[in-house]
């Protein structure tokens, strides 16, 4: 085929590229941000007390956003698709429930098969939410409200108001929870690796691509021939399944488990989720900035006993950290528009 | 072309309802390789079914379509897309997040070991799509900002990366400039040229005349005939989609003119337009023509104050209007009937009775309350005085067709009896029926001493209906052409910057 004479008429197309690396930049700028609030926060605590940087401290903190880092990144890969899933804080207590019971029972299990185990309670979970959102055709911000409340239910069934305690694990778990590899906490590593196996996947299969499509124009992506149901029975499974090793995650740590474990997580999730630049209403964001903003959330909340600052501002300050988050999206999204607007009135 | 005996694609006998309503009755249909095929047929007509069906969104309860001769069956999009139908539609389909490339390839993006996918593969390929369709386009910027023309080519570009040997437009010239137009229409012939079978759908006849070589009509649902475009002429076409000889699409009338109702002056707003200046009188219509971009959407939503405003004084019947306060507005007479009903004039979930009325709950509500009664009878009314057809008041106004829907944001704005009424577009994506009758209505409406404000890109529309054109060019007006003197070319020359003087 030749290309048609009449198409090179139109003037005004060369700004495109500076116009689309500009945009780059400050999507980029966005996450640096994050990282640069972090940054500035661990200089200021340390500046005021100096122990922040500790072995010690910095240990708990890594141990502490483990968990939050493995929820943020499942509830990232839903968010991305335009959903929700507001069940995480039920299923990791479900799941911690789950393993807790059966290294109970069978003291012998080892390691990796309770992590499994774990992950599979949590993913059939959130398979659960996948289908009801699915075929249900119900907004998965109802579903997942729903089943927060019902696994919770289930949960406070079994236990029956029973908790299991450090005593009752076998020493190997319990040792798992704090064991480094080269100095750094098994914890740190497995979260680190959810993080580089969620990014890679979301960033250069298609079936990741196709999650953001979802996301970003979910009735093109009907008709650009995506199997959105699927993808979207994945997507929740996939939240659910990080939840329950988020469980098992949080079983190892603390050694006590009851029915109430991990009650209230999910808004947790969903802040450090906003905070790290993934739009609420999906199509954008990374799972390594959904990954910064729970080190933040977390980071946060041992920074501040530090500097002496009542525990009480914590909320304020996640809150105020969310609507600075928003706020930059908005910004970014009313510069870029302006832009295109000048842009095309020259172009007339 | 036309010795080639079997179609590349044939619609046979196709039937489509949706509960009781019959869209597509019998209708049949047949695309050849080569041949550029134009439907034609009134909103409601079933047009977007018959596309629907081909898109594979909805199946057809009966019939059959083949391609090549070969029975099909289209159930899901990506059957049609693996068959070989793209379809481009009025409003495309991007992903907004996503790169140009993306967008082109999604679900069939190159790959490298272990499934991942070839960005620089994925790049290369859109570039040399875009080199094929002779536009610069950059494949790695965000499909976010992009203008309609635009995006039209990347979902041509998507139709040629599938290799699509049949091509659906639904109507997509309709927010186009002339120019871009012409583009699109470069685009389509090189892809006839090179085999493809296209379906083209505009409400524009001259369109439809320089493209097209068939000419199918569909008619409430049925096939009205299906002609080669040469033993048709355009006021046939129309009979026969209308189904009755059509009074005449621009009833103007001729009516005294009055005091100035509405007066702008020095209008700015920086990066869209600066020193608007223009006088509306009662009984007047002004239509303000240019290309799409010329800023006129932008000075009409400043002048309602839904945008706000930097430099400028705008008076209706003499007294001031504070900028940025439609309610204001509103109450000093002005109504804005905006671009896009879809998104600015209509919440479609909400029922027609609701959105026929809703500018004036406040007057319609009894101690705060709004109580069905008074709000359906005022709904019915308007309705009524409009010829709108629906089938219950409490239907979500999405089910109606363009027109009428059309016709209920027309309704909700004239209900509240306006001084002034600014239409922006106000026969987009509608058809001749439905056109001539809103024509009618503002034509009416100036005789009724309102002072008529109106925003067209169809020249045809401005020539035949307003007092004065004015006309802007890249957020200035650039000409005031009475009626007497206003003609296609005066105009065009004035909105492309080609005169020497007006």
Known sequence: ?348 | MSAETVPRLAVRTVTKSFGAVAAVRGVSLELRAGEVHALVGENGAGKSTVVAMLAGVHRPDSGTIELDGRPLRLDTPAAALAAGIAVIYQEPTLFPDLTVAENVVMGRQPTRSFGRVDRAAMNALAADLFDRLGVAIDPDRPARGLSIADQQIVEIAKALSLDARVIVMDEPTAALSPVEVRRLFAVARTLRDGGAALLFISHRFEEITALCQRVTVLRDGALVSSDPIGELTVDEMVRRMVGRPLSALFPKREVPTGDVLLSVEGLGRRGLFSGVSFEVRAGEIVALAGLVGAGRSEVVRAVFGVDPRDSGVVRVGGRELRAGDPRAAMAAGVALVPEDRRQQGLVLEASVARNATATRWRSLARFGLLLGGTERRAAREWTARLRTKYADLDDPVARLSGGNQQKVVLAKWLSTAPRVLIVDEPTRGIDVATKAEVHRLMSDLAADGVAVLMVSSELPEVLGMADRVLVMREGRLVAEIPRDRADEESVMRAATGQEVAA
Not at chain 1, 42 to 61: E, G
Not at chain 1, 94 to 114: C, K, N, R
Not at chain 1, 150 to 171: H, K, S, T
């Open chain 1, 1 to 348: 085929m030749t290309a048609p004479q009449e198409t090179a008429e139109p003037a005004g197309r060369t700004p495109d590229k500076t116009a689309a690396s500009r945009v780059a930049v400050l999507l980029r700028a966005r996450e640096l941000g994050i990282v640069l609030a972090l940054a500035a926060l661990v200089v200021v605590t340390t500046a005021v007390n100096p122990r922040f940087l500790s072995a010690q401290s910095v240990r708990d903190l890594a141990l502490g956003a483990a968990i939050l880092v493995v929820l943020a990144v499942g509830q990232t890969v839903v968010v991305i698709t335009r959903n929700i899933d507001l069940s995480v804080g039920s299923v990791l207590g479900l799941s911690a429930f789950a393993t807790g019971s059966l290294l109970q029972a069978a003291p012998g299990t080892p390691v990796v098969l309770a992590l499994l185990v774990g992950t599979l309670v949590g993913g059939l979970c959130g398979l659960v939410n996948g289908a009801l959102v699915r075929f249900g055709n119900v907004p998965a911000l109802v579903v997942t409200l729903g089943t927060l409340y019902v696994y919770r239910g289930v949960c406070f069934f079994w236990a029956g108001g029973q908790q299991i305690n450090a005593d009752e694990l076998p020493p190997a778990f319990l040792g798992f929870g704090t064991a480094t590899l080269l100095g750094v906490p098994w914890l740190l590593l497995i979260a680190l690796a959810v993080v580089l196996v969620a990014g890679f996947a979301l960033r250069s299969y298609r079936s990741g691509r196709e999650l953001y499509a979802m996301g970003s124009n979910p009735r093109a992506a009907v008709l650009a021939g995506v199997p959105v149901g699927r993808r979207l029975l994945v997507a929740f499974t996939v939240s659910g399944a990080l939840a329950g090793l988020a469980g098992v995650l949080f079983a190892a740590r603390f050694g006590t488990v009851d029915a109430a474990s991990g009650t209230g997580d999910e808004l947790e999730v969903v802040a450090a989720v906003v905070v790290g630049g993934v739009a609420v209403f999906g199509g954008s964001g990374t799972v390594y900035g959904a990954a910064v903003g729970a080190l933040l959330l977390t980071t946060i909340g041992s920074a501040l006993p530090v500097l002496a600052i009542d525990q009480f501002w914590q909320g304020a300050i996640v809150g105020a950290l969310i609507l600075a988050a928003i706020g930059t999206d908005r910004a970014v999204a009313a510069r870029v528009a302006a832009r295109l607007r000048r842009r095309e009135a020259h172009r007339g």
